[in-house]
């Protein structure tokens, strides 16, 4: 099992990889700057370098940098738009020198625009940074669908990635996500019906990471916030019959749970094993 946490770089990325040797993670995901500004800081090259030469030897793989928040990658707004363009261009940047497999992007918020319109933009987007950058792959996560959220159901989703190369361009799901758009994921039975449907829309290659939530929300009430495994309205059974999901055995899993990787983080790590 490839399992892995959300670890912050403050102390530097080769104390991002102590963390999560420690944590016994074979996988990790960051963000490449701060996630809540459009300002970028000094970026820790000597530490990008040291990930690039040694993540592998250490049994990290794959290493994943997430988009931060404030990038609306199909956002209507030109304005908007090309400060995610350049904010991308930055991160990917960053993800690269770092030698990193997977960047995650979250597909935007159509505001106003339709959703074709909106799958347009964001194509361009990703056509823009595979023009720019060729080692790092990219993965488009499914949404819980909240307010003009694109990609909260997998007919979107495969529109959205269906013209790109499955190897450079895949889907990342989040269960959080999953269960506030509407799938009942509680159950074998609701999971089988889950991944039926996705893999109908979807090729198996396309899918390239989990992000493995519980939600504070119900069912369908298309709302995002991520609680620890066990205690949210998931529960402890959503995820016992996740991990038997054959289709699910080689897909790497990441933690985005609240609070620090060394407390609570360690606890869902933990959590997950048990199962
Ligand atoms: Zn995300
Ligand atoms: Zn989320």
Redesign the pocket.
Known sequence: MRLGIHLSIGQGLQKTMEEALDLKCNTVQIFAKNPRSWKAGAFDQKGAAFIRQNKKDQGIDPWVVHATYLINACSPDDDLYSRSISALELEVGRAEEMGAEFFVIHPGNRKKSSSQEAINRLQDTLNHLLENFHAISFLVEGM?GAGTELGADFLELSKIVSPFDPEKVGICL?T??LFGSGFDIRSERGWRKTLDKFFSHIDHQRLGLI?V?DSVHKLGEKK???THLGEGEIGRQGFEAMVKLPELRNIPLIL?TPGEARKQGKRNLDFLRSL
Do not use: G, L, M
């Open positions: 819980a989040d959080c996500h992000h939530n995002d916030r991520h985005e």
